[in-house]
């Protein structure tokens, strides 16, 4: 069969045996059903009227109440003008102005963590036109600054003893609601909730107790899942901020599908709505489909994508997107399972982005670094550097520390496979040096890993739009079958 996968601005294309396997997220295996256009003000309304586990927003907030409201940036969620960031918030203002709460004490927050700080342009995208005109012009449409000293405030450590930092302007509001979005995450499961404030409000010190090799590298984190260390982290210091706020965050929470449409509304306290969302969202997220374990996985890297322009060709970024499907795919992957994968793999490292980078590569290459966590000692000095986080704070570029939690995740690729192709690569010796091998076609990379690694006649798994998509965290039909459930548990067969 004749299949295209992404490949630089386009496709490549690959001939493999008929006897292969195609999923693509919402196609193979439709999604739940979505919440229809017309229906969606009356969910919105719904959800509002009843939250989980604490009073709705007209109980909470009168005349002279401060509220952040504080949203995801664009990595994830959609954009549409019917998405969960744009609809929830038309509605939590609507119940906010009916309890007397002035515009002037409104303020919304970009959740962007380490991630760049979001431009004019991301703003009016995410907010669409009319709250953009609304907001904008009167400041009350920031930024996360997470090297801002003056707006971030220490709030001491968890019981665990890991650090917690927190945005300011969030602390000190008398209504802190985060928007967040149920989508399959490959760091602890899902998005949204108490991951949402866990990384997106708070520094780099704080994001360095679990985006590490010490909580990466365990056996809980892969394959992804919603009870490694990782999410008890995540739990822990949302609540630690919490504790210290005196009150809770207002929580609204959407489970979305492949084409970030509505399936289901949540409101309320994260500690009691979570678990209920990610019932829902497990059904289109953790899919039940292999009837055999896959010796190879094929899939394609555009050369933008999640992260922004140069995802699929920086060298370390491709490493994190490499393993981000390892994580989500573990559980029908084989013991000695190989993955091809297409990349321009052209030297494009987008330096205004991830300015950092280059400079992490070249040290790879040098000083005993033999495996990407050798480089974790180096998380400080880069996460330091002045340079690099002026470029973070007003060129919007990542914060260096970034970089590190990609390398965290980098490694879990080569601890999970046989070996790494990188197809059509234009600039090889890039993809070389992160210990991946480099054909120029696929079928030639097919025949080298036959040889090798999986036999004649391997089990293979065909991914298009794996980087396009949504995607899922695949599982074995029978559940039983899996190494690991969604929640962490091992099969008493699988150890």
Avoid at 209 to 215: I, K, L, R
Wanted: charged share 25%; glycine share 8%.
């Amino acid at each position: 069969m004749r299949l295209e996968f992404e490949y630089g601005h386009g496709t490549m294309q690959a001939e493999l045996p008929d006897s292969t396997d195609i999923f693509i997220p919402g196609e193979t295996v439709k999604d739940p059903a979505y919440i229809p256009e017309d229906k969606l003000k009356e969910a919105y309304l719904e959800s509002l009227a009843n939250p989980i586990g604490m009073p709705r927003l007209s109980e909470l907030a009168h005349k002279g109440t401060t509220v952040t409201i504080i949203v995801p940036d664009r990595v994830k969620g959609g954009e549409q003008p019917t998405s969960h960031r744009k609809l929830s918030i038309a509605y939590i203002l609507e119940e906010l102005y009916g309890a007397g709460v002035e515009k002037k004490d409104i303020l919304f927050i970009i959740s962007n963590g380490l991630h760049p700080r979001s431009t004019e342009a991301d703003a009016k995208a995410l907010f669409g036109q009319k709250l953009y005109d609304e907001f904008w012009h009167t400041g009350q449409i920031i930024s996360h600054d997470s090297e801002d000293q003056e707006h971030m405030v220490d709030l001491g450590v968890t019981d665990r003893g890991d650090p917690v930092y927190m945005n300011k302007f969030v602390y000190d509001s008398d209504l802190p609601i985060l928007i967040g979005h149920v989508q399959g995450n490959p760091y602890g499961g899902y998005s949204g909730g108490y991951k949402h404030s866990a990384t997106g409000i708070t520094n780099w010190k704080s994001i360095a107790s679990h985006h590490v090799p010490s909580v990466m590298h365990r056996k809980d984190f892969t394959p992804v899942n919603g009870g490694s260390l990782m999410r008890h982290k995540f739990d822990e210091i949302s609540m630690h901020m919490e504790k210290k706020m005196g009150h809770p965050f207002f929580c609204c929470d959407a489970v979305l599908d492949t084409n970030s449409r509505q399936i289901a509304i949540f409101s309320g306290y994260a500690k009691e709505m979570m678990p209920l969302s990610w019932k829902v969202a497990d059904k289109r997220t953790y899919v039940h489909w292999a009837e055999k374990k896959y010796d190879v996985l094929v899939f394609g890297m555009p050369q933008k994508f999640h992260y922004g322009d140069g995802m699929g060709t920086n060298p370390i970024m491709m490493m994190q997107a490499l393993s981000a499907q390892v994580l989500r795919f573990k559980r029908v992957m084989s013991e000695n399972c190989v993955i091809l994968c297409s990349s321009l793999c052209n030297g494009f490292f987008h330096d205004e982005r991830w300015p950092y980078l280059r400079e992490m590569y070249e040290l790879f290459q040098h000083d005993y670094m033999n495996t990407l966590p050798d480089m974790n000692r180096y998380g400080e000095y880069f996460a330091t550097n002045k340079e690099y986080i002026r470029k973070y704070r007003f060129t919007n570029a990542f914060h260096p520390f970034h970089g590190f939690s990609m390398i965290s995740c980098g490694h879990i690729a080569e601890m999970n496979t046989s070996a790494i192709y990188i197809v059509g690569a234009q600039e090889p010796g890039y993809a070389r040096g992160m210990g991946l091998k480099t054909r120029a076609t696929f079928e030639e990379a097919l025949e080298d890993a036959k040889k090798k690694f999986v036999g004649q006649e391997p089990n293979i798994l065909a991914l298009p739009m794996t980087f396009k998509k949504a995607s899922v965290h695949l599982c074995m039909k029978n559940p039983e079958e899996d190494c690991m459930d969604a929640y962490g548990h091992c099969h008493p067969c699988m150890g």
